[in-house]
């Protein structure tokens, strides 16, 4: 053997894919992307020394790991049984336990549903601590603790562009002679009043407002969003049922100049309240109207969302106001809404690539 060459492992072509996929998977375990640049170092016939030095690891765990190879090919790569008594729970059990993580707990002796089993549970079911429950279930990769949320949605069905495509398509390049408007309704706003009374700033020091408050009530805004012109009508209600959008829809009726010939678009979300046989009544009795909706959970696309976030995230910021009864929310939340229209609101005029 030539001096600086090492004992050369062969290796085959489906052997090599495999090695290289566990180096390259970034799930791979540490120990075995080690094994596995082992057996490609010594099957370029890099020493022991060579092969040591570049993976970073000892002569002693070169030599077992390329002769395991050698013997078992990549099943020698893998942890030997480990030594030890004979398992404490045979298969019988452990099958009825995987049985139970996989439904429902049953109802507490008071008559309360359970929706999810704890492993102190499971194991009591079937005669073992919750530790053990814990490792069997983790080793058949089962988590009675984790629930995963599926929803159904418009985004698998082939229309989901062209939908999309109507509500962007009014927002870059609207019809001639036709507002669009964007509307939507901000729910649970909580009026909240300090304990006590505000401290002012002074040099070296911030304002300062207790910590602890009172729950005055909870209140909704309407809003809508006229796209191209920057301007928000809004309207404070204690509720948002299908009477109060047609009192919303009769304010902006009133609100918005009657032009000749004009169509007013309403760019809405799929809320049940706005298929209600009253709503729908409503738009017959005004023709200059009409909605176009969102995809399903596509509110996002609703440009009068950017509103309601600007509107929060300034009133977070200025904290201003104690709101001391229910009634209180009403005004508030309008005359911020116009101060904010009138210094910060301005049309953004949205562009697309053609591809995009």
């Given at each position: 053997?030539?001096?600086?060459?090492?004992?050369?492992?062969?290796?085959?072509?489906?052997?090599?894919?495999?090695?290289?996929?566990?180096?390259?998977?970034?799930?791979?375990?540490?120990?075995?992307?080690?094994?596995?640049?082992?057996?490609?170092?010594?099957?370029?016939?890099?020493?022991?020394?060579?092969?040591?030095?570049?993976?970073?690891?000892?002569?002693?765990?070169?030599?077992?790991?390329?002769?395991?190879y050698a013997r078992a090919?990549?099943?020698?790569?893998?942890?030997?049984?480990?030594?030890?008594?004979?398992?404490?729970?045979?298969?019988?059990?452990?099958?009825?336990?995987?049985?139970?993580?996989?439904?429902?707990?049953?109802?507490?002796?008071?008559?309360a549903r359970q929706e999810?089993?704890?492993?102190?549970?499971?194991?009591?079911?079937?005669?073992?601590?919750?530790?053990?429950?814990?490792?069997?279930?983790?080793?058949?990769?089962?988590?009675?603790?984790?629930?995963?949320?599926?929803?159904?949605?418009?985004?698998?069905?082939?229309?989901?562009?062209?939908?999309?495509?109507?509500?962007?398509?009014?927002?870059?390049?609207?019809?001639?002679?036709?507002?669009?408007?964007?509307?939507?309704?901000?729910?649970?706003?909580?009026?909240?009043?300090?304990?006590?009374?505000?401290?002012?700033?002074?040099?070296?020091?911030?304002?300062?407002?207790?910590?602890?408050?009172?729950?005055?009530?909870?209140?909704?805004?309407?809003?809508?969003?006229?796209?191209?012109?920057?301007?928000?009508?809004?309207?404070?209600?204690?509720?948002?049922?299908?009477?109060?959008?047609?009192?919303?829809?009769?304010?902006?009726?009133?609100?918005?100049?009657?032009?000749?010939?004009?169509?007013?678009?309403?760019?809405?979300?799929?809320?049940?309240?706005?298929?209600?046989?009253?709503?729908?009544?409503?738009?017959?009795?005004?023709?200059?109207?009409?909605?176009?909706?969102?995809?399903?959970?596509?509110?996002?696309?609703?440009?009068?969302?950017?509103?309601?976030?600007?509107?929060?995230?300034?009133?977070?910021?200025?904290?201003?106001?104690?709101?001391?009864?229910?009634?209180?929310?009403?005004?508030?939340?309008?005359?911020?809404?116009?101060?904010?229209?009138?210094?910060?609101?301005?049309?953004?005029?949205?562009?697309?690539?053609?591809?995009?």
């Amino acid at each position: 053997m030539l001096a600086g060459v090492g004992k050369r492992v062969r290796v085959d072509g489906e052997d090599r894919v495999e090695l290289e996929r566990i180096v390259g998977a970034a799930s791979s375990e540490v120990r075995m992307v080690e094994r596995a640049r082992i057996v490609l170092c010594a099957a370029e016939g890099l020493t022991v020394t060579a092969i040591a030095e570049r993976v970073g690891c000892g002569e002693k765990t070169v030599k077992k790991w390329r002769g395991r190879y050698a013997r078992a090919g990549i099943e020698g790569l893998r942890d030997a049984p480990r030594p030890g008594p004979p398992l404490t729970h045979g298969p019988q059990t452990r099958a009825l336990l995987i049985a139970k993580a996989c439904t429902r707990p049953p109802a507490t002796p008071e008559g309360a549903r359970q929706e999810r089993w704890t492993y102190a549970q499971l194991g009591a079911a079937v005669g073992m601590s919750g530790s053990q429950a814990h490792a069997i279930l983790a080793r058949a990769a089962i988590k009675p603790h984790l629930t995963e949320y599926w929803i159904m949605s418009d985004f698998s069905k082939p229309e989901l562009e062209e939908r999309c495509s109507q509500v962007c398509g009014l927002y870059v390049d609207p019809p001639s002679n036709v507002l669009v408007v964007s509307i939507d309704e901000k729910t649970a706003i909580q009026a909240k009043a300090p304990t006590k009374p505000d401290t002012p700033p002074a040099p070296g020091r911030p304002a300062r407002r207790e910590h602890e408050y009172t729950r005055n009530g909870t209140q909704c805004l309407f809003a809508a969003l006229k796209v191209h012109l920057g301007e928000v009508l809004a309207m404070a209600s204690k509720t948002r049922n299908r009477w109060d959008l047609i009192r919303f829809l009769d304010h902006l009726d009133a609100e918005i100049a009657i032009v000749a010939d004009q169509q007013i678009v309403a760019i809405t979300d799929n809320l049940s309240t706005r298929g209600t046989q009253e709503v729908r009544d409503w738009l017959k009795a005004h023709p200059r109207w009409s909605f176009q909706f969102t995809p399903t959970h596509a509110s996002w696309l609703n440009q009068v969302e950017i509103f309601f976030a600007i509107l929060v995230r300034r009133q977070r910021q200025a904290r201003s106001g104690a709101c001391t009864s229910r009634p209180h929310t009403s005004p508030p939340r309008p005359a911020f809404v116009a101060a904010l229209t009138e210094r910060q609101l301005r049309p953004h005029m949205a562009t697309a690539r053609r591809g995009t």
